[in-house]
């Protein structure tokens, strides 16, 4: 399969969203003489040129809406096909100085690829915090972790755990060793040696 054929399917796809039934016919059609070899271009009203920039974003589509409408009216694109019809063709793209930017992933590329790309804005990274963190369970200093293991002798693993807000498996990672081995067992047979 084509790029072409590919971008045209993802028109179709992206207009029928937008498109009302008979506009999807004839859509359809349209893409399907194409598949079969036509190769004469497409129109498109001016409403769905503008879904194509950004699919799937209404805000930005309607921004686009009204840069295309403006030069449109003002004679700066368009013009293959009558006016009164108000319809666009894919390459009244190329030659158009105040096209706007469009989506990565818009199909409107494959007939405009040098179109400005606007990239998707991400959100600035966290800033990072040089201290550490005084959550419990987060800093084991040799002082805490003399404190923890006091009150571990004295109240056992679980209510030490209960106690600092920390799991069992914590206090044991923390403290390892501390629970006296059976001296008569081997560790391999269980029994007394």
Known sequence: MTDEIQALRRVAQILAGVATPIERQNIARRVAQKVKGDDSELALSLPHAAALFWPG???KT???LQQITR????GELGGFIPREHRHLLFT???VWPDCPPMAADSPLRYWVP????MQPQTPAPAPVVNSP???PGKVWTDERLAEVSAYRKKHGTKKTAEHYGVSEALIRQKL???KPKPKGYSAFTH???
């Open 62 to 64: 309607a921004e686009v």
């Open 114 to 117: 040098d179109a400005p790309v």
């Open 191 to 193: 029994r007394p040696k």
């Open 133 to 135: 963190s005084n959550a």
């Open 176 to 178: 390892p060793g501390e």
């Open 57 to 59: 974003d209404a805000e």
């Open 71 to 74: 030069a449109f009216d003002a």
């Open 92 to 94: 009244d793209f190329i």
